[in-house]
Nanobody, 124 residues
C-alpha cells in the first residue's frame, strides 16, 4: 500500500518555526516531483512549495517565498518543509503529495498520491 506520512505539525507562536517531514513508502517516488499544499477551513487547497525529483528546482508562491524552504533526501525517501517566520494566516492542514511529473507541479490535479495531512496552528 502506497503511503505518504507527514509529521512535524503542531502549535507555534507567530514568528516561530516548524519543520514538516513527509516520508513515502515507494522508492519510485524519488523519481517524481513532490509538493506541499495547505488547506484552511473554508478555503481551497493551495500549493506552498514544490520541488523537482532531484531537488534542482523549486517553486514557492509569493505568500511564503523567503519564509518556507522545501528540500528532499531521496536516500531517505523524505521531503521536508522548513517554515520560518510563521504567521497566523499560515494556520492550516498541510499535505504532502507526489507529482505525476519529474519536475515540480503547481496544481492539485497534477498530483496522484497524497498524505493524510498534519495540522499547523500559528497563534498570534
Amino acid at each position: 500500500q502506497v503511503q505518504l506520512v507527514e509529521s512535524g505539525g503542531g502549535l507555534v507562536q507567530a514568528g516561530g518555526s516548524l519543520r514538516l517531514s513527509c516520508t513515502y513508502s515507494e522508492r519510485t517516488f524519488s523519481s517524481a516531483g513532490m509538493g506541499w499544499f495547505r488547506q484552511a477551513p473554508g478555503k481551497e487547497r493551495e500549493i506552498v512549495a514544490a520541488i523537482s525529483w532531484d531537488g534542482g528546482s523549486a517553486y514557492y508562491p509569493l505568500s511564503v517565498k523567503g519564509r518556507f524552504t522545501i528540500s528532499r533526501d531521496n536516500a531517505k525517501n523524505t521531503v521536508y518543509l522548513q517554515m520560518d517566520s510563521l504567521k497566523p494566516q499560515d494556520t492550516a492542514v498541510y499535505y504532502c503529495a507526489k507529482a505525476q511529473t519529474r519536475g515540480f507541479a503547481l496544481v492539485p490535479r497534477q498530483y496522484d498520491y497524497w498524505g493524510q495531512g498534519t495540522q499547523v496552528t500559528v497563534s498570534s
